[in-house]
C-alpha cells in the first residue's frame, strides 16, 4: 500500500464502484416509477374499458327493453333482464376498481345514481309490461322522451373517461421524463466511469512506464556496480600479485643471503690458518676454527678480549731500536698490511707456539674499521730459520 | 604450449622459490637436486632452457653442464651460484661453458630477465 500509484488506481475504482452505485440506485428507483406507473396506467384503463362496457350494456339494456316493449316477447324480456344485470354488475366492478382512488371513486359513484336511476327506470318500464299496462308503460316512456338521462350518462362517462386520458397522458409525460432521466443517468455514469477508467488505464500505464524506467535504472547501476566490482577484483588481482611476487622476491632475497653467508663462514672455516678478525681496537671479534684447535681455547674465552692475550709479535732481536708504538696497532691507524711477521701464540696451557703474523686492514669503502690476522704455524724445525 | 625450464639446485628451499617463480611467471618447471635427476629430465622431459648451480651434492656444476650440453646443444644454461667470480673470470672461462651467470644474490626480476632473454621471450 506503499506504492504511490496502487493509491491511485484504489481511489478511481473507488470513484467507479461509487458511480456504479449511484446509478444502480437512480435506475431502480426509476424502475420501481415505471412499475407503479404502469400498474397506474393499466388500472386506469381498466376504468375506461369498464365504464365503456357500463355504457355498452346500458345501451344493449336501453335496446332489449324497449324491444320488449314493442313485441312482449319473454326471450326479449330475459335479454333485458341480462343486459341490465350485466350494467349492475359491470357498475359494482368499476367501484371496486376505483375504490383505493378516492377521486374516480367519487366520479363512479355519481355515474352510478345516474346508471341505478335509469336501471330502476327500466325495471318500472319492464315491469308496466309484463303487467300489460300499456298506459303506464307509455307514460313512462314518454316521461324518458329524447332519452335525457341516458344522454345525461353519456356526458359522465365521457367526462370520466376524458379526465382518465388526460391524467394517462401526465402520467405518459412523467413516465417519459423519468426514462429519460433513467437513461441519461446510465449513460452518464457509463461515460463517467469510461473516463475514470481510462484515468485507471492511464495512471496503470505511468505507473509502468516508471517501473520499466526505475529496473532500467537498476540494471544500468548493476552494470555499473558489476564494472567496478569487476576492476577492482582485476585490480587486487594484480596487487596481490604484485605482492606475492615481491614477497617471492623477499623470500629469495633472504634465502639467497643466506646461503651466501653460509657460504662465506664453510670458506672461512675450512682455512688451516689462524684467522682473527679485529676491531679497530685490536679486539678479536671472530676467530675460525683452526684457532680454537691450535689454542683450546673456545671462542667465547676469546671473543671481545684483545689479540695480545694470544698472540704477540716476537720482539725485535737484541741491539735493534724497540719500536715506539705497538706495530699492529700502526699498521691498522696508518691502514696499510703486515706482512709474515714472526709471532707468538700462546695456548690454553702455556705453550707458546711459533707462527707467521700477517695483518690485513679491513676496508668498509676506504675506511679502516678494522682487521684481519691470519697464522702460518711455523713448521717444527724451522723456527730457528723463522 | 609453455617453455620448460629445468632447476638444478640442492638446496630445496632456493629450487623451491625458484620453480614457484618462475612458475607464476607462465613458465613450466622441473626442479630436482642431483645432477643424476637433471641428466634423466633431459633424456625424458628435454627442457627448452636450464638453471643450474654450480656445486652439486653428487657432481661438479659445470661438469653436469658439459654433459647437459652435450646431450642438449642448443639449448642455453644459466650459471646460478653463490660462487663469485671476477668479471675477468666469467668473460674469459664461464662465458664459453653457459649463456648466462648470475650470483645468487641477483634479484628474481633479474633472473627472470635473462631466462625471458633466453628463451627470446617478447615480454623480456
Partial sequence: ?386 | MKQHILIVDDEADIRDLLAQFLTVSGYRTTAVASAAEALLVGHQDPPDLIVADLQLEDADGLEMIAELKALLPDKPVILLTGVLFDPEVVRDVLSTKVACYLEKTSSLERILEAVRRLLGDCRA
Fill in chain 1, 1 to 386: 500500500m506503499n506504492d504511490p500509484t496502487i493509491r491511485r488506481v484504489l481511489v478511481f475504482f473507488l470513484l467507479i464502484a461509487a458511480v456504479l452505485i449511484v446509478i444502480a440506485v437512480q435506475t431502480a428507483r426509476n424502475l420501481s416509477r415505471s412499475v407503479a406507473s404502469s400498474d397506474w396506467v393499466n388500472h386506469t384503463h381498466a376504468v375506461i374499458l369498464e365504464v365503456e362496457a357500463l355504457r355498452a350494456s346500458l345501451y344493449v339494456g336501453d335496446g332489449a327493453v324497449h324491444t320488449y316493449v314493442l313485441t312482449g316477447d319473454t326471450r326479449d324480456r330475459a335479454a333485458s333482464s341480462e343486459a341490465i344485470a350485466d350494467v349492475a354488475e359491470q357498475g359494482e366492478i368499476a367501484q371496486a376498481l376505483t375504490r383505493n382512488e378516492p377521486a374516480q371513486y367519487e366520479r363512479i359513484l355519481q355515474l352510478e345514481s345516474l346508471v341505478t336511476q335509469r336501471v330502476e327506470f327500466y325495471q318500472a318500464v319492464l315491469a308496466a309490461r309484463q303487467a300489460g299496462d300499456i298506459e303506464k308503460v307509455r307514460t313512462l316512456l314518454a316521461a324518458d322522451a329524447g332519452r335525457a338521462a341516458l344522454r345525461d350518462i353519456q356526458r359522465k362517462i365521457e367526462l370520466l373517461k376524458n379526465e382518465e386520458l388526460a391524467l394517462l397522458t401526465e402520467r405518459d409525460t412523467v413516465s417519459y421524463i423519468q426514462a429519460q432521466t433513467t437513461r441519461w443517468t446510465v449513460w452518464a455514469g457509463v461515460a463517467l466511469d469510461v473516463l475514470l477508467l481510462g484515468g485507471v488505464a492511464w495512471l496503470i500505464r505511468d505507473g509502468l512506464a516508471a517501473r520499466r524506467r526505475a529496473a532500467a535504472a537498476m540494471q544500468e547501476d548493476n552494470v555499473r556496480l558489476e564494472a567496478r566490482v569487476q576492476e577492482r577484483t582485476a585490480e587486487l588481482a594484480a596487487a596481490n600479485a604484485r605482492l606475492s611476487t615481491e614477497n617471492l622476491e623477499r623470500q629469495w632475497a633472504n634465502q639467497a643471503l643466506e646461503h651466501q653467508l653460509h657460504y662465506n663462514q664453510l670458506i672461512v672455516d675450512s682455512i688451516d690458518d689462524l684467522v682473527f678478525v679485529l676491531t679497530k681496537a685490536l679486539n678479536i671479534s671472530r676467530v675460525n676454527p683452526a684457532v680454537v684447535h691450535l689454542t683450546g681455547l673456545e671462542p667465547s674465552a676469546l671473543i671481545n678480549r684483545p689479540l695480545a692475550r694470544v698472540v704477540r709479535l716476537v720482539a725485535a732481536p737484541p741491539g735493534a731500536a724497540a719500536p715506539l708504538l705497538d706495530p699492529i696497532a700502526q699498521a691498522l691507524k696508518d691502514g696499510h698490511d703486515l706482512r709474515d711477521q714472526p709471532a707468538i701464540v700462546e695456548d690454553q696451557r702455556g705453550r707458546q707456539i711459533p707462527v707467521r703474523f700477517t695483518l690485513f686492514p679491513l676496508r668498509d669503502r676506504d675506511k679502516v674499521v678494522g682487521g684481519i690476522v691470519t697464522l702460518q704455524i711455523v713448521p717444527p724445525g724451522a723456527e730457528a730459520k723463522a
